[in-house]
């Protein structure tokens, strides 16, 4: 089983950029594949990135695609969400998930097993 720390999160203004993280414990992240997600408040939790156990695949939506780099350093144990140039819809808790399917990139809430329990993106106008 495998633990997730989402940091990063925080306030910034419009057009600006943040940097999550997500620390991995208790099994080596090369054995998922990961995925972030968000949630905003009264809103279902929807799909962010994704990427492949090695890295040399991945997927975005339409939303956050040309805005947003999802990476991995399987090293460190560690997972990346870049976002740039933030917009106010983009406020919501992000979350990152691993999926024991680790070939594929999964986009579904429902393909993951293990999730983090989040950090706050708020964007202000």
């Known amino acids: 089983q495998v633990q997730l720390v989402e940091s990063g999160g925080g306030l910034v203004q419009a057009g600006g950029s943040l940097r999550l993280s997500c620390a991995a414990s208790?099994?080596?992240?090369?054995?998922?594949?990961m995925g972030w997600f968000r949630q905003a408040p009264g809103k279902e939790r929807e799909f962010v990135a994704a990427?492949?156990?090695?890295?040399?695949?991945?997927y975005y939506a339409d939303s956050v695609k040309g805005r947003s780099t999802i990476s991995r350093d399987n090293a460190k144990n560690t997972l990346y969400l870049q976002m740039n140039s933030l917009k106010p819809e983009d406020t919501a808790v992000y979350y990152c998930?691993?999926?024991?399917?680790?070939?594929?990139?999964?986009?579904?809430?429902?393909?993951?097993?293990?999730w983090g329990q989040g950090t706050q993106v708020t964007v202000s106008s």
């Open positions: 998930a691993a999926s024991r399917r680790k070939a594929a990139v999964n986009t579904k809430p429902d393909e993951y097993d293990y």
């Open positions: 990427i492949n156990w090695i890295g040399g695949i991945t």
């Open positions: 208790g099994r080596t992240l090369s054995n998922y594949a």
